[in-house]
């Protein structure tokens, strides 16, 4: 049986070597040539709107796939009239545009962040009125990694922002139809919440409806990149991942969802504000190949493929920690005891992430003192690592 997937970086990577074992084989679409499952797996080299591509691509297919939420609608819709497409070509429209997500959110009822579509430089004067200060503007689509998005603090942020943003907004007929300035906003302002920490769910749900979700995970960004991810999160309390599965499973039903479906949350003043989701594995669901009974990408296959689904509880604790820019060596991370290394075979470059380590534990203390032992490299203040650790060494006390 052989699975396609759209999209060649690092989550097709992972999900091609989870899904060797269960006797499945992949073939990838990629626009870049140097997608680094060439390496492992069939790669047809071609843009996601290429046509004749995509027809080549899908012959013999089982299904398809993807590990990229940026991948155009119309091709998934091209390929679904061919073979079936999970998750669900919605999920991926509902994902790709920030006020669609919030819209989304908003009708299933879970709580999100306040926000205002900006169309044009007007219309941020009125979101700023309406938002307040500080805020956080972003591109509606295509930005990740904190790529797309500025800091508003002070009304000469507001003003040199504006050179950002139209003079006037012409509105444009969106994907399904709709028209109207707000609907194809190219930005939106975000109060900036003053969380207490990120945190993020990842669930998956099978081509029977069947459920399972894994425990919420802590994230710790620098410069809008995720660099460490706790696992699961810690002094979690019961309630927040209550609310977290009933998310997950709201965004679920309304989307006939199939597959690894990723929500990011802030924790403020004891509830759960969604931020975004990803309807694909994710990078805060790393830690589950060691540090869970199934992990995410063997879940993902399981789900998409129609096989029962594997357990999603933790083995112990663990920390994810993502290799961004350049690689340590890998004989003083393998000295640490517990330490799993992933590269992804991808060429160094700044702010691209190049692998991750997890290291697992028995219990939080253990993992703190794993932790304290990595080498050098992981205690760069762009790490946040030593924040992390003197933050839950005093959380202790
Ligand atoms: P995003 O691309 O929306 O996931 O944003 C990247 C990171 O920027 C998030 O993980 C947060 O650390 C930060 N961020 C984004 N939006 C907000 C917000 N409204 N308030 C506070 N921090 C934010």
Known sequence: MTIGILGGGQLGYMLALAGYPLGLHFRFLDPSPEAPVGRIATRITAQYTDRPALKKFATGLELVTYEFENVPVEAAVFLAELVPVLPPPAALEAAQDRLTEKHLFQKLGIATTEFAAVADRDALDRAV???GLPAVLKTCRMGYDGKGQWILRKPEDVLAAKNELPAAH???RNHSGAQGADQNAPFLLERLVPFTRELSILAVRGRTGETAVYPLVENHHRGGILRLSLAPAPQLDRAL?????DAARRVFDALQYVGVLAIEFFEHEGRLLANEMAPRVHNSGHWTIEGAITSQFENHLRAVVGLPLG????LGCSAMLNLIGEVPDPA??????????????????????LGHVT???ASPEQLASRLGELPGYFHR????LDAVLGHSASARR
């Open 311 to 314: 357990s999603t509880s933790a």
């Open 170 to 172: 012409t509105a444009a």
């Open 359 to 361: 290291l697992r534990a």
């Open 332 to 353: 003083e991370v393998l000295t640490v005891r517990d330490a799993h290394l992933h590269l992804y075979g991808k060429s160094a470059r700044a702010g691209r992430k």
């Open 381 to 384: 203040p762009q790490f946040g």
């Open 129 to 131: 009125k309406k938002i």
């Open 241 to 245: 991942q209550h609310a977290a599965e």
